[in-house]
């Protein structure tokens, strides 16, 4: 069993950066690909983006490419996703996940564990 805990969203201004925050505990953390996923309102969960267990290898949606950046520190049992030149079709409520293996890491449905969610409002 892995617990995630979100943090670090909030309100920002289109242009502007936020960084997110994902805490785990429970079983090891470091054996596990980490994904970040988000919805926005009246719309599926979305793929962000995803990281390996060591995070050697990393994958991003189209949407965000080039924007957003995937990170882990397996010592703190956390992972981030650092993100700049927000835009207001970022606002979304963003979650993290875990999934034990490096397949299918932009499908929802393939990750076990998820944490509640952090809320990222960009205003224009």
């Keep these: 069993q892995v617990q995630l805990v979100e943090s670090g969203g909030g309100l920002v201004q289109a242009g502007g950066s936020l ?3 994902c805490s785990a505990s429970g079983r090891t953390f ?3 690909a980490m994904g970040w996923f988000r919805r ?3 719309k599926e969960r979305d793929f962000v ?3 390996n267990w060591s995070g050697t290898s990393t994958y991003y949606a189209d949407s965000v490419k080039g924007r957003f950046t ?3 520190d397996n010592a703190k049992n ?13 606002t979304a ?10 397949l299918d890491i932009d499908y929802f449905r393939e990750y076990h564990y998820w944490g509640q969610g952090t809320q990222v409002t960009v205003s224009s």
């Design 19 to 21: 960084r997110l925050s």
């Design 30 to 32: 470091s054996s596990y």
């Design 40 to 42: 926005a309102p009246g």
């Design 49 to 51: 983006a995803a990281i």
């Design 70 to 72: 995937i990170s882990r």
């Design 78 to 90: 956390t992972v981030y996703l650092q993100m700049n030149s927000l835009k207001p079709e970022d």
């Design 93 to 102: 409520v963003y979650y993290c996940a875990a999934k034990e293996q490096w």
